[in-house]
C-alpha cells in the first residue's frame, strides 16, 4: 500500500471546509471526517496544518 500525499493543499481546504460545515450542522467531528473521506487524526492534523489558510478563487 503506497503512502505519502494524496491530497494537494487546495483539496485539502476544501475538505476541511466540508467538515466544519457538517460540525455545524451539529455531526461529531469523528463522522464528519469519515465523511469525507479521512481519519479523525489526519482531520486533526490538517485543521492544525492548513486551518487558518483560504483558497483563492
Known sequence: M???KKYAAE???CKL???EVA???GQ???LAAK???VT???YCRWRKEYGGLR???
Do not use: D, K, L
Open 40 to 42: 479523525y487524526q489526519t
Open 35 to 37: 465523511s469525507i473521506g
Open 55 to 57: 483558497t483563492v478563487h
Open 17 to 19: 471546509r466540508e467538515a
Open 2 to 4: 503506497s503512502r505519502g
Open 11 to 13: 483539496q485539502i481546504i
Open 28 to 30: 461529531m467531528a469523528a
Open 23 to 25: 460540525i455545524s450542522h
